[in-house]
């Protein structure tokens, strides 16, 4: 493909060489340069693409695309300066893998949390409603039934724009894409044409990267920004930031709420762990998923579903049939019924909203056991907050280790301990090994008791000094349920 095509849309601020020249590849990993290659100087949280430019060029990068221009220049190369060179790269990834998001209708979904859980139910339903789909998710991505692995919520532009164009060639006429706040931050979905976005909810998360809650907010809210009047933005109106979202959008806005008036309207009429029993728009339904929270995220699914002009009749059958995204509140219960919940809740938000829809649905002579975790190398200021949160919404709790990362888990364990008020420490345990926490908690529950493993959820790996070791929670919590048979 030509550079000049490549180009296009590009706010070049200085140009030095010829535009006229055939591109091989796009590339922002200095060590894939390869002959003809475009290589992109991008200002990354751990270095700086620019010191690597002369290097590119000796790989045989023919075209640099910088927010500096070298001082020393060559002469065979050509030189494109930008204002941002992560948002050419993206506007650049669209264009040379042909603009496939403008060749399906692409629907973004953020928020804190439900994100998941959303778009792998628009996946499952639209393929059950008959269409060509594409999933790009946290836990997998899906071209029809073909799975791909995940590596981050949301891809980089390169290797995102190329599951495009595979979907545009697999015939998907939808795509449901997780947009994380770092994407949207990082330029990851610069150059994409969404045709609707949707919002779940925004909650303590992520601080360690945006610095305040307040960064946050306007990371989420800039992907609504940016959609285009073509678009619909569907909002959950019961969040308090949910209106802030679609303040200076030009997409059609839309609403959904459990409790006021909205564009779709759900009423929880009963909440057991067989599921959900909903009024939704005046329909009387029963779904497999349970909890409020999922009220709100079956209540997202079928308002994109209204707006992407399906079968109100044949979105709610489907949905009544569907099960949610692997590691969300999924349960199991062993032979002495005790109750295991796998969940992926890794916020203090999210962790609360599984205990209370256990407290909902328990019968009231139970224990709640919790065994919570938090992530190394993250956000250290949601530790104590966790901690708390799951000691005042259990019975007993045990800390332990997530993935420590670089961190050592006992620091962790120490940091979530500090939100362990006086009452609570006489129910709560600290065991820094995950496994034994798992068969503790297994040791002191009784027939009838409810067993929650939180913030791991569909991952298969915990990781320690920056390597990952197989660890499913589910694997370990059914290993020690049969033991117990």
Known sequence: MQLQEVLYGVAITNLVGSTNREVSALVFDSRQVVKDVVFFAVKGTLSDGHAFIQ?????????????????????LVTYVEVENSAAALGIMASNFYGNPSSKLQLIGITGTNGKTTI?????????????????????????????????HTTPNPLALNSLLQDMVAADCSYCFMEVSSHAVVQHRIEGLSFSGGVFSNITHDHLDFHLTFDNYIKAKKAFFDVLPKSAFALTNLDDKNGMVMLQNTKASKK????????????KVIENSFSGLHLDIDGADVFFKLVG???????????????LLEQ???????VLSRLTGAEGRFEYITSTQNIIGIIDYAHTPDA???????????????????????CGGDRDKTKRPIMAQVAC?????????????????????????????????KRKTLSIV??????????HLAKPGDIILLAGKGHEKYQEINGVRHHFDDKEVLMEQFNLMG
């Open 55 to 75: 290097a590119t060029i000796e790989a045989g990068a023919s075209v640099i695309v910088c927010e500096t221009i070298p001082e020393v220049k060559n002469e």
């Open 119 to 151: 778009a792998t139910l628009l996946f499952k339903l639209f393929r059950e409603l008959g269409y060509k789909v594409g999933l790009i998710s946290t836990v997998e991505n899906h071209i029809n039934d073909e799975v791909i692995p995940a590596t």
């Open 255 to 266: 609403t959904y709420a459990l409790k006021q008036l909205a564009d779709f309207k759900a």
């Open 292 to 306: 409020s929270f999922n009220a709100y995220n079956l209540l997202a699914v079928y308002g994109t579903a209204m």
């Open 311 to 317: 079968d109100q009749l044949s979105v709610l059958t």
């Open 351 to 373: 962790v609360q909203n599984v205990l209370s829809t256990i407290q909902d649905i328990r019968k009231g002579t139970e224990q709640v056991i919790t065994i919570i975790g």
């Open 392 to 424: 005042d919404w259990s019975d007993k709790v045990i800390l332990t280790s997530d993935n420590p990362r670089t961190e050592n888990p006992q620091t962790i364990v120490e940091d979530m301990e500090k939100g362990v008020s006086p009452t609570n």
């Open 433 to 442: 090994d995950r496994k034994e926490a798992i068969k503790t908690a297994c």
